[in-house]
């Protein structure tokens, strides 16, 4: 994929105030962010606070740095001379911090629930974990696996010995050739994914109807997953922590404008290079924007007690051993951006998923 315009190369970027501009203005402080995975709707937010002015109003120039493929955006922003900010799932963080020590910290819960599902044919006949016993399961790695690892484990069910892991790539093909059993997806993806395809048998889109969907929310093992983290190193250096608030309001803002303006933020997910087309970028835009929204505490604010239930689930599934303790987390930050925000809705109580109609292949 070619660099968007909004992105820089990282040795080029430091969280220190460029060069003053020829107006005469204030220097911008330049900043990274590390996206989870490709640019696509999953970080409207992000692009929109590029196109509307929001991170240049706040005296920002933020370039943001693609995930997918092998990138571990956990590990990224771990780096001492990593990226200043990083878009990742809340699990995968505390697995590091107890496996590597990283002092990623989260400083901000944009997701207030998960969007992972399992899907299989409805033919399979499997609607529950305990399904999943003698079953090929898609699971993706880099930690994205966490949860449905966590929710058959619940069920009494370990990798091995009772399924059979499949290493999936982020993406519907396995499950579509029927090499699984099971796939992993996101509500927001993968599952629109296999809904913009032709079944050969029909030739019309598969539909719902041909699929069981599995949404771990509703077994007990989803976790908190976007979230803005820091490594509290950096936040600790003199002016970070303006510099963190002033990041994370222009962001609140952009995801606010993405709720109030889909079709917009559709454009400048598009203009970041999105791989998928339009079609399924509204798909995915629509379903985030019901995971981020209603935010009861304002957008961006941590529910102490999904925090805690990610934290106790992923000791139950033995990925770590002990609490993370009150380092992992602060709400501060988030409190002091939206405490800037006062002209406009930070919490979104009315938001209303809209219908939306996939296209074939998403375009």
Known sequence: MSPAPSQAPASDLAAEPSAASASGGPALTKVRLQLQWYPQAQFAGYFAAIEQGYYAAENLEVAWLPGGGAIAPQSVGSQPDGPEFTIAWQPKVLVARSADGSQLVNIAQVFQRSGTLTLSWKDSKITKPTDFAGKKVGLWGLG????????????????????????????????????????????????????????????????????????????GSAMLQDAVFARSGWLAQPGNQDVATRF?????????????????????????????????????????????????????????????????????????????GPDATRTDLAQAALAGITDADTKGASFVKSTIDLTPTGN
């Not at 809904?195 to 041909?210: A, H, I, K, R």
């Not at 404008?257 to 629509?286: E, S, V």
Request: proline residues 5%; contains cysteine.
């Open 248 to 324: 994370l309001r222009a962001s609140f803002e952009g995801w606010i404008y993405c709720r109030d303006n889909p079709a917009d933020c559709i454009q400048f997910t598009l203009k970041a290079g999105a791989r998928l087309g339009a079609g399924h970028q509204a798909w995915m835009l629509n379903e985030v924007n019901a995971l981020i929204w209603p935010s009861p505490g304002g957008i961006g604010i941590l529910d102490q007690s999904a925090y805690r239930h990610t934290v106790e689930t992923v000791i139950a599934a033995g990925m770590i051993s002990a609490d993370p």
């Open 144 to 219: 994205n696996e966490l949860e449905v690892v966590a929710g058959l484990k619940k069920s009494g069910l370990e990798p091995g010995t009772d399924y059979t892991p499949v290493s999936q790539d982020f993406d519907m093909a396995l499950l579509l050739s029927r090499q699984v059993d099971v796939a992993e997806s996101m509500i927001y993806d993968g599952y629109a994914q296999i809904l913009e395809t032709t079944d050969p048998g029909s030739g019309q889109l598969f539909q719902p109807t041909d699929l069981d969907a599995i949404n771990w929310n509703d077994e």
